[in-house]
């Protein structure tokens, strides 16, 4: 007798590695590491580009608020439909929400770069770049908390 031994027992488990990568990703931190970078270099890019056109006609502060206010135009959607997947509650009261906190973090930019380029001397782009590693942490907490959280269950 011939014995014939199916080679299906790998089928239990065909993709395991690959639904652990999407679960990984899936999850609130990393897409929010993700989302935090991409407007990192949104922002940084739009300053940057700014004070390049500028040519020092216009106060940087006031640069720092407009490439702010475009990039949380920008980003927002990805905030609310990948990294908090969020559906219920109007885009404009989410929008609105998410524009205090990133209020919060402007505030700190037009307290600590003056401080930083005015009093430090370290080079605006340079000064900012400090201000963005500081800020994602606490960023994330108050959105999930408060900016993205299930109005449903409370």
């Known amino acids: 007798m011939v014995d014939v031994k199916s080679h299906a027992k790998s089928d239990k488990k065909p993709h395991f590695w690959w639904r652990a990568l999407i679960s990984t990703f899936a999850g609130n931190r990393i897409t929010y590491l993700m989302a935090g970078a991409m407007t990192a270099v949104v922002y940084y890019c739009l300053l940057?580009?700014?004070?390049?056109a500028a040519e020092?006609?216009?106060p940087y502060l006031v640069l720092v608020v407009t490439s702010h206010?475009?990039?949380?135009?920008i980003v927002y959607p990805w905030y609310r439909l990948v990294v908090f997947r969020t559906s219920g509650d109007s885009w404009l009261r989410g929008y609105l929400r998410f524009y205090v906190v990133g209020l919060s973090f402007l505030g700190a930019s037009l307290i600590s770069l003056p401080i930083?380029?005015?009093v430090a001397g370290i080079p605006i782009?340079?000064?900012?770049g400090l201000i963005i590693v500081i800020s994602p942490p606490l960023s994330?907490?108050?959105h999930r908390t408060w900016t993205f959280r299930d109005r449903g269950t409370i």
Do not use: E, H
Not at 69 to 73: C, L
Not at 125 to 128: E, L, R, S, T
């Open 48 to 52: 940057g580009l700014a004070l390049l």
């Open 56 to 58: 020092d006609a216009v």
């Open 69 to 73: 206010f475009v990039t949380v135009v």
């Open 116 to 118: 930083l380029v005015s």
């Open 125 to 128: 782009m340079i000064a900012q």
């Open 140 to 142: 994330y907490l108050i």
